[in-house]
């Protein structure tokens, strides 16, 4: 027999799942994985965010760039 840590309850040792070295229930379980889904959820947005500005600023460089040499065979 084990107890759930986050919420408790008495599980059966092959109901009870090891998360972290900590017993866990599937309710409980189910609800620390859904948690970390949504943290790495906000990173790739993060990311993503990251390397759309990125790829501006370098098109903005780019652009100048480009401007100043068509500038400059004037």
Do not use: N, Y
């Not at 972290?20 to 906000?42: F, N, P, Y």
Request: with cysteine; net charge positive; aromatic share 4%.
């Amino acid at each position: 027999m084990a107890i759930c840590v986050s919420c408790r309850k008495p599980i059966c040792q092959s109901c009870s799942t090891l998360w972290e070295g900590i017993h866990c229930c599937v309710d409980c379980l189910a609800q620390r994985r859904a948690a970390i889904g949504e943290k790495s959820g906000t990173l790739k947005t993060a990311g993503l965010v990251l390397a759309s500005l990125a790829l501006i600023f370098a098109l903005t460089v780019l652009r100048a760039w480009i401007g100043a040499a068509l500038a400059g065979l004037q």
